[in-house]
């Protein structure tokens, strides 16, 4: 099963971003998502701000019974107010530049038990590949000129979100499952224009 990212979505999901509202009578975040993922592949690994990363990302289900993980595009459907139970499963790039956390937006998919086809099954021990493009504009940190001409190490955060349709905001999340390998990332000094 892939699951491409890339893929133009109908509608941006509810605050996305990594502001967590905890909500309802829970105090905790769920579980990590039993999954193992690991980066297959990254083009380019030379990159400047504002541009473009893709990343080909294996997720297994290492768990021992089967997960039902968001999978649709099609956020119109998904986040609408009469929807109970609205998901939402990102997958995106975590830097760490000594002790700050730089985290780029990658693939994100809307899923509901309650709109069919929006939800995949995935078995013990199946896998599925996650395409995904990250766009290096990110925060006010990856504008420093002192992280220029530096080597960074990416990992990929695989996260999934709790949706209040009523009031379109993230009232949990899933830790982030995390990539079991690195991959280097030379992050260098945009180009001037003349």
Not at 48 to 77: Q, Y
Not at 88 to 95: E, G, M, P, T
């Amino acid at each position: 099963m892939v699951l491409d990212g890339n893929t133009p979505i109908q509608r941006v999901p509810p605050d996305s971003g990594h502001t967590v509202r905890v909500g309802r009578n829970s105090t905790q975040l769920p579980p990590t998502l039993p999954l193992e993922v690991k980066i297959r592949d990254l083009n380019p690994a030379n990159v400047a701000r504002g541009e473009n990363m893709t990343a080909t990302i294996l997720v297994r289900n290492a768990g021992k019974s089967p997960i039902d993980l968001p999978c649709s595009h099609d956020f119109a459907s998904v986040f609408r107010s009469e929807i109970a139970d609205q998901r939402s499963l990102r997958a995106d790039a975590a830097f760490a530049f000594g002790e700050l956390t730089i985290t780029l937006t990658g693939a994100v998919f809307a899923g509901s038990p309650n709109v069919p086809g929006s939800m995949c099954t995935l078995a013990p021990e199946a896998t599925l590949i996650i395409l995904a493009t990250m766009n290096a504009s990110g925060t006010a940190w990856l504008e420093d000129p002192k992280q220029y001409n530096t080597l960074l190490s990416m990992k990929i955060e695989v996260i999934e979100f709790f949706h209040d349709g009523s009031l379109e905001q993230i009232i949990n999340s899933s830790k982030p499952a995390v990539s079991v390998n690195a991959v280097p990332i030379f992050w260098r000094e945009p180009r001037k224009v003349q």
